[in-house]
DNA sequence: CCCGATTAGTTGACAAAATCAACCAATGCA
DNA sequence: TGCATTGGTTGATTTTGTCAACTAATCGGG
């Protein structure tokens, strides 16, 4: 039988963020995941602004403001101002940064590869479609096409 | 191109836990999503105790303890004590209980429909093996067999 | 039968994550 | 110029999760 989606997703995230836990502890990186998950989101795409980072995560801008704050104070994060737009500050990793977010990748692709298991590399990538499907399915279009 | 699992696996959750809230919240349904999935736990295995559905749910039985508290508090759930072992306490939902967890699996089902879209109902099925095949990868077999 | 180990449950303390609202400064536009 | 909008910051609070200590009940071996 299948058991409730939501279940399934509630325990899924739940292991795989101890997973990840697991995975910065052992390897000596002493942020919490959504500290990590910052860094990474600076990594992907530098420059970006905090509401940049806010809107693609779907996540509170003041909880974004406060985890950066926390990564500049770490040495890890830098802010500069847009040089057209002022009210922008765009956002760059340190040398520190980019070198932790290294590690971090590893980390994650280790604990990717945990979660993968057995599993052929198809059925990861269509689970992930599957769920970007169910996410689009969920967020409110505003702009529906 | 496939964004990254974890990324993916974040953002699908709290999509999900979103359109939940919202869900309960029209319903007039006051209540944490927490405090909800206790119910469904206990509607879904009458007599189960605290430590199994801990153990079940891979949650903190501190904090299991705590919800069921607040949920007796709220006239939803009565405990008894086990017949032949009086540690556990068997765990029951009170009439009201029960009528408000058909309200929720109303509501869930709503929820899942809506995250579900246009997507195959085999789709949903396979994206759930996945998801319970990589939970099984994660966790820590303490009886590999 | 007794004693130590184990198990269920409770509680305290706390950390992590998320939410909501108010506010300021810079910008854009009518 | 005046006003709405936008990015960012901060305060307050709630929700969720974690760790540890502790009690009470049960189990099992000697």
Known sequence: MHPPIGETLHRLLHAYKRALREGYATA???LTVAQIRMIKGIAG???A???DIATRTRQDKGHIA?????????DLVTRRPHPQ???YRQLLLTDAGRALAERIA??????GTRMAGQL????IERFIDIAEAMIANL????NPL
């Open 120 to 123: 052929p590399a198809n059925d």
């Open 45 to 47: 795409d530098p420059n």
């Open 85 to 87: 737009d002022s009210r």
């Open 28 to 30: 000596g990186i002493e």
């Open 49 to 51: 602004s905090a509401q």
């Open 139 to 142: 967020e409110p279009r505003e």
């Open 106 to 111: 590893e980390v994650e692709a280790e604990a």
């Open 66 to 74: 406060r985890l950066i704050r926390d990564l500049e104070g770490l």
